[in-house]
């Protein structure tokens, strides 16, 4: 028998690989065919994860330059 009150655990890594998991499917049920490899990346946004870790590139970079 689950305990209980709230003794629940949030694992917040895997509840957002769920969202995305979900949006995937979501955006598969509604394609007409396949979904292209830029698709997906876009439905899990690959991009905006490439984007922000080249801007913290670019920043760190700058800041060593400037040591």
């Given at each position: 028998?689950?305990?209980?009150?709230?003794?629940?655990?949030?694992?917040?890594?895997?509840?957002?690989?769920?969202?995305?998991?979900?949006?995937?499917?979501?955006?598969?049920?509604?394609?007409?065919?396949?979904?292209?490899?830029?698709?997906?990346?876009?439905?899990?946004?690959?991009s905006?994860?490439?984007?922000?870790?080249e801007?913290?590139?670019?920043?760190?970079?700058?800041?060593?330059?400037?040591?």
């Open positions: 028998m689950a305990p209980v009150g709230g003794t629940a655990v949030q694992d917040h890594v895997a509840l957002a690989e769920i969202e995305l998991c979900g949006e995937l499917i979501i955006a598969a049920s509604a394609a007409e065919d396949r979904l292209s490899l830029e698709s997906i990346d876009e439905v899990l946004r690959v905006e994860e490439r984007d922000g870790q801007r913290g590139r670019l920043a760190a970079g700058a800041r060593g330059a400037g040591a």
